[in-house]
């Protein structure tokens, strides 16, 4: 079963909100992440690709998702894939972890 969590952001990624299910998947309590930045936690590697997804999401109207690596508490990456879309100006996320098969699709195809 793929493990998952929901969030919010406002519209310059700063933290609002984690369902609970952030503590199973990243290690992090609520009131670890609530206020930071999101980008204090994407592989350094994955920022440019987050950006550009961030800057669509900006346009009025659009869905979009992207497949990156963000920071366990434990200091470890993990592989996660995030569906956004803007919502009465918050960013509102769907975000799961991928298989070991959807990073291998990823990392060889692109997809």
Do not use: C
């Amino acid at each position: 079963m793929k493990r998952y969590y929901f969030s919010r952001y406002d519209y310059l990624g700063k933290q609002k909100y984690f369902s609970l299910e952030v503590k199973d998947m990243l290690g992090y309590d609520q009131s670890d992440l609530v206020g930071k930045f999101a980008y204090e936690y994407f592989h350094p590697d994955d920022i440019k690709d987050i950006t550009r997804a961030h800057t669509e999401i900006l346009s009025p109207l659009h869905i979009t998702s992207a497949k990156y690596r963000i920071r366990h508490k434990n200091g470890n990456y993990v592989w996660v894939h995030s569906h956004s879309e803007m919502v009465d100006g918050e960013l509102i996320s769907f975000t799961y972890e991928l298989s070991k098969i959807e990073i291998l699709m990823y990392i060889l195809f692109g997809y």
